[in-house]
Structures are given as structure tokens and as C-alpha cells.
């Protein structure tokens, strides 16, 4: 099994960005699992299939969903296609939550990540909302990454490349914190720092500045792997 390293945080709070820059510089691979969450959700909206674990995780493995491990790491994949520019579309963000909350989807998705976590040779850093607590408790380094609402909403207003405004900023992190409130109160997986997690508070903070934390904290935590 490859070590793992597990990020995990409230949306928008970096995850993706900073898992992915912790990978290349550890030679490690970046295993997004919420993109895979998204890939399960755009095969819900694409055929259309009503809200049941079953069905989606039915069809979903009929086309098959899939993570492909490439030179630059893990991608999404529905039918053989790469889709990592297809799970970002509005209407898979407007139903990833509902789709993410049903344990038959989990279930899939946790033994995904598992089993493309154990192809890799050296590592992985993967990021969601539940990896240190459910999907690899015994990960030997956790992260919880945190940011102020307002901080969340700049990046992810700047992220979409839409207009930054007062009421635009304050609109997206009222979103936010109401999803947070939603994936902190499901009954299965819910969002929730491990006991044993770090806590990160990346507001104010650069991003090269979070990702060298992290990395330090690699090398305390993986004493015997060469880490530059």
C-alpha cells in the first residue's frame, strides 16, 4: 500500500489546488476524491437517473467510472473519456452533495480511491471532506484545511473567473457556509476533522506558504522517504 496523506476541509477551502501541489513536490500522486464523486454525479445528470444510490452506482459501473493513473497523476474517467473538465459544469455542482450523501455512491467511491491508491508506488495526497475519517483512517498524516467564509468565496469567485463585488463575495459565501453546514450535519461521512488531524488555517496565508507547511509536516511524517 502507498503511504497516503489526507487533506481534508470545507469547500472552496484549497483542497484540490493544494493536494495537487503537495503531490509534485512530494512525487507523489494527487488523488481528487471529489472529482470522483463529481464523475458518479455527471453520469446521474447525463442519463437523467432519479436520486438512488443503487441505480447511479449501477450505471456507473456500467459505463464504468473510473480513475486512470496517467504520467500527471489520477483523472476522472466515465467510459474510457477523460472528464475532468465535465464534473466542474454548474449542474453537477448543484447536485455533487445529494449524490456524495448516498451510502451506496460512498461505498463505491471508497473502494475506488482505495484501490487506485494501492496501484500507486510511492504515495498519494488526496483531499475531500471524510479521507482521514472514513475512507483511510490510518493515513500517517492528516491535514484539516480551513479558511475564513469570506476568504472561500474570494477564491472561488476569482477560481470561476467571475465578478468580484461586495454583494457577489458576500452572495458565494453564504452558499458556502450553508453547505458546510450541510455536509457537516449528514448522517454518513460527515464533514469533521479526525482526531488525530493538523489543523491548517490558510487565511491570510500564501498559497506557496501552505503547501511548504505541509511538506514540512510530510518530512516529520515520512522520515524515510528522500522529500526535498
Known amino acids: 500500500m502507498a503511504d497516503v496523506i489526507a487533506i481534508d476541509g470545507p469547500a472552496a477551502s ?12 512530494l512525487g507523489f500522486a494527487h488523488l481528487d476524491s471529489g472529482a470522483l464523486y463529481r464523475a458518479f454525479t455527471l453520469v446521474a445528470v447525463d442519463a437523467a437517473l432519479p436520486l ?20 500527471d497523476g489520477f483523472h476522472p474517467e466515465v467510459a474510457g473519456v477523460d472528464v475532468s473538465e465535465a464534473v466542474r459544469r454548474a449542474d453537477v455542482t448543484a447536485r455533487v452533495s445529494a449524490v456524495a450523501a448516498l451510502p451506496d455512491v460512498r461505498d463505491a467511491v471508497n473502494r475506488l480511491l482505495r484501490e487506485a491508491a494501492a496501484r500507486h508506488p510511492r504515495g498519494v495526497v488526496m483531499d475531500g471532506r471524510d479521507i482521514g475519517t472514513v475512507v483511510f483512517p490510518e493515513a500517517r498524516l492528516k491535514v484539516f484545511l480551513t479558511a475564513s467564509a469570506a476568504e472561500r468565496a474570494l477564491r472561488r469567485l ?25 455536509d457537516a450535519g449528514r448522517a454518513i461521512a460527515p464533514l469533521r476533522a479526525a482526531a488525530d488531524a493538523v489543523p491548517l488555517d490558510t487565511t491570510g496565508m500564501t498559497f506557496e506558504a501552505q503547501v511548504t507547511a505541509i511538506v514540512a509536516l510530510a518530512r516529520k511524517a515520512f522520515p524515510y522517504l528522500d522529500i526535498a
Open 158 to 182: 476569482l477560481q470561476e473567473s467571475r465578478t468580484v463585488s461586495p454583494a457577489a463575495l458576500a452572495a458565494e459565501a453564504v452558499r458556502l457556509t450553508t453547505r458546510d453546514a450541510a
Open 14 to 25: 484549497g483542497k484540490s489546488s493544494t493536494a495537487k501541489a503537495v503531490a509534485d513536490r
Open 52 to 71: 438512488a444510490g443503487t441505480r447511479i452506482v449501477a450505471v456507473a459501473a456500467e459505463r464504468p467510472v473510473r480513475l486512470a493513473l496517467t504520467a
